[in-house]
């Protein structure tokens, strides 16, 4: 049933703890595709090492995480493509879980899970779109996305092979906000089901995070919710449009100003000046004065943290 991609770019350190939580799933994949994007350093070693396991290792000239994610599903056997951060891992029942899903709810073509954030010693839930243990379809995709950020990414999706290439897949030659793109273009195409149920861990905790990157372009999800907030023909309604875009410009800037990228926070307040957004602008402004330190600690006040602190082992300096 399900073919796991995972894009590969200079993560030696993660790639085989991520591979490793493929392989322990209670519910096996048909095949695991690992798309080597030109990488540097020993990460594509560390996959070869698995290939007698099943695993598939591609390799391809460094095109970005778009090009290798869609290479991975070019070459996917299975009617279900699930994604995998080669950073971020899953925990045993993540598959079982889609799969409930699936059964119940075969209608839909975009699926999620819920996951926990590994930051620092500490474990956070993010604000959920649904309650805790919610499992059914999703009404309103672009308000739901709006209200907490974490309706699905790209360690928690999972997409039949025809809705993705229907889709277009992954939008190439983009740093920032790839995956939003698509699941935003699969939701007006599609329906879709989620389960607030953490299956998943976002490891913030990884190198190479694109929150590194410099920007001087908007982010491609910005890009595209300008585009539809100027074509109501799309049939998306406007209002729940411009909360999704509110809520990715706001935090992606700060987040670009933790990480001290003016120049982004920048392209992104001029964004919203220009779609007539001047209160979000003014906030977005007000950010080039706002101490790292406060926004990292506000960042982690979004989130739920939990009780028990990470083992020193799972934690990456």
């Given at each position: ?93 993540h598959l079982e879980t889609l799969q409930g899903l699936i059964s ?214």
């Amino acid at each position: 049933m399900f073919s796991v991609i995972i894009p590969l770019f200079n993560k030696a350190p993660h790639i085989t703890a991520a591979i490793n939580s493929v392989l322990a799933q209670t519910l096996l994949p048909d095949e695991i595709i690992v798309v080597d994007d030109g990488s540097t350093d020993a990460g594509a070693a560390l996959t070869q090492s698995f290939v007698g396991q099943g695993i598939i290792l591609i390799r391809q000239k460094n095109l970005g995480v778009s090009a290798a994610r869609n290479a991975g599903a070019a070459a996917a056997r299975s009617s279900h493509v699930a994604f995998l951060d080669a950073d971020d891992v899953w925990l045993p029942r993540h598959l079982e879980t889609l799969q409930g899903l699936i059964s119940r709810f075969p209608e839909a073509h975009l699926y999620s899970t819920f996951y926990e954030i590994h930051l620092g010693p500490y474990i956070y839930w993010p604000k959920s779109t649904y309650p805790y243990g919610f499992s059914g379809m999703v009404d309103d995709f672009f308000r739901r996305m709006s209200l907490g950020l974490s309706l699905v990414n790209s360690t928690t999706a999972c997409v039949t092979r025809q809705a993705f290439f229907e889709a277009g897949g992954f939008p190439p030659n983009v740093k920032r906000g790839e995956d939003l793109v698509l699941w935003m273009k699969l939701s007006q195409k599609f329906t879709m089901a989620h389960s607030a149920t953490v299956t998943a861990v976002y490891n913030r905790n990884a190198i190479n995070r694109s929150a590194g990157l410099r920007e001087q372009t908007a982010p491609a999800s910005l890009l595209y919710l300008q585009s539809l907030m100027a074509a109501p023909a799309t049939g998306i309604a406007a209002a729940s449009a411009k909360l999704l875009f509110h809520e990715v410009a706001f935090y992606t800037a700060a987040g670009m100003r933790e990480a001290g990228d003016f120049g982004g926070l920048s392209v992104i307040r001029r964004l919203a000046q220009q779609i007539n957004m001047p209160w979000l602008a003014l906030k977005i402004y007000l950010l080039n004065f706002a101490p790292p330190a406060i926004l990292s600690l506000a960042r982690r006040f979004r989130h739920k943290i939990q009780k028990r602190p990470l083992p020193n082992a799972e934690i990456t300096v």
